[in-house]
């Protein structure tokens, strides 16, 4: 089953931003994801990893979180 | 470091809860937890664990999300 990491710097107060994902994630695909885990950074880190694959990453990436879902669905079992 | 799950069911639509657990876990540590997972569920299960630890079971806890908090509290390390 797919597990979801949000890591977000806390300092920087991306937590919104980290929690927006969560639940476009979680509200798109429910339990075709095991689970989806904020985890919290430092240092300007903003990354998405999907099975420990990273499918965003803040400097190499525009922020948008449709294309972060959409990044996430070839990962989803056929439940989603 | 601390971890914290908030497993919930699913198609009881008990996302907007879990939610509302996991922000105000960060919101209060920050980086004092490692991680807070949202975790997928369904059967109508609303648990909070706290590096495995059940802190909050919806079928014994009246759902309160300041006692959940204070039920992480001795679980997190002294930077919270």
């Known amino acids: 089953m797919t597990r979801v990491e949000v890591e977000y710097c806390v300092p920087c107060g991306m937590l919104n931003r980290a929690n927006d994902v969560a639940r476009a994630v979680l509200e798109q695909f429910g339990e075709g994801v095991e689970e989806v885990a904020l985890v919290t950074g ?14 965003f990453d803040k400097t190499e990436d525009d922020y948008d979180v449709d294309a972060i879902v959409r990044a996430v669905k070839p990962h989803v079992g056929a439940a989603a």
């Not at 430092?42 to 499918?55: C, K, T």
């Open 42 to 55: 430092d240092d300007g880190i903003f990354i998405v990893r999907v099975d420990g694959e990273v499918v």
